[in-house]
């Protein structure tokens, strides 16, 4: 595991993930803000990584985005104890062992207007959050699209193929599924849409460099 350079304020960092036998592994994307590092979607941890960030800058804020992206949130949390931690709405009832300093909401402005954020309503299961960074125009997914371009074994290329997503961007159908209220999911997309990006760093996959807002609508052309 190690730091990747994304642009010149954004690292990220990848970690073998298998849910359900799907090899889609996990991305960390790390974020320097003026008040230090922010930290979207941990994954493990170990030592070589923790003095890589404290050479960049302090670790400050610590998000798990949604109700399904927050396995290695506490160790980080430990790890970092000056760090205020945020989740998504749902996880302090979900995750009662770790100490969330507060959920993620649309008046979230801890980090200043470095990062704007816009839950995907409509979706309670899920309860994403995405991110803009907007001194990159960089939009943070967690499961809401994956970019994997080279899929490992037979089941992981079948669920993206059934999910139009094999060796391209593309959405999990599982989004669709978890969505309940199209109204509230559609009004959300479209906020995101409003947000000037070129670049998708995704969870699952590689970054999106370019026809990022395409891609989004292509992804989303069932709601939209």
């Known amino acids: 595991m190690s730091l990747e350079m994304v642009t010149d304020s954004i690292w990220s960092m990848k970690t073998p993930l298998k849910p359900m036998g799907l090899e889609l592994g996990t991305k960390t ?3 320097r803000t003026p008040d230090g590092l922010w930290v979207h979607s941990p994954g493990r941890l ?11 800058a302090p670790v400050r804020f610590i998000v798990a985005p949604s109700r399904v992206h927050h396995m290695f949130v506490k160790p980080w949390a430990e790890a970092f104890p000056d760090a205020r931690v945020f989740g998504a709405p749902g996880l302090k009832k979900k995750r009662k062992d770790v ?6 909401t649309e008046d979230t402005v801890e ?18 959050v995405v991110f803009l960074h907007r001194p990159t125009a960089s939009l943070m997914l967690t499961d809401l699209a994956f970019n994997i371009r080279s899929p490992v074994g037979w089941w992981t290329r079948s669920y993206l193929k059934m999910s139009n997503a094999d060796g391209k961007f593309g ?7 978890s969505t309940r209220d199209r109204a509230l999911a559609k009004e959300s997309v479209e906020r995101m849409l409003s947000w000037e990006f070129d670049r998708i760093i995704v969870t699952h996959g590689e970054v999106l460099e ?3 807002k395409d891609a989004i609508r292509s992804a989303f052309s069932w709601l939209l």
């Open 99 to 104: 100490d969330f300093h507060s959920t993620l």
């Open 111 to 128: 980090w200043g207007d470095t990062i704007d954020l816009e839950l995907y309503a409509g979706a309670p299961f899920m309860n994403e």
């Open 210 to 212: 370019r026809g990022a």
């Open 46 to 56: 170990d030592g070589e990584l923790r003095r890589a960030l404290q050479a960049i």
């Open 29 to 31: 994307t790390v974020v």
């Open 171 to 177: 959405q999990s159908w599982l989004i669709k599924a």
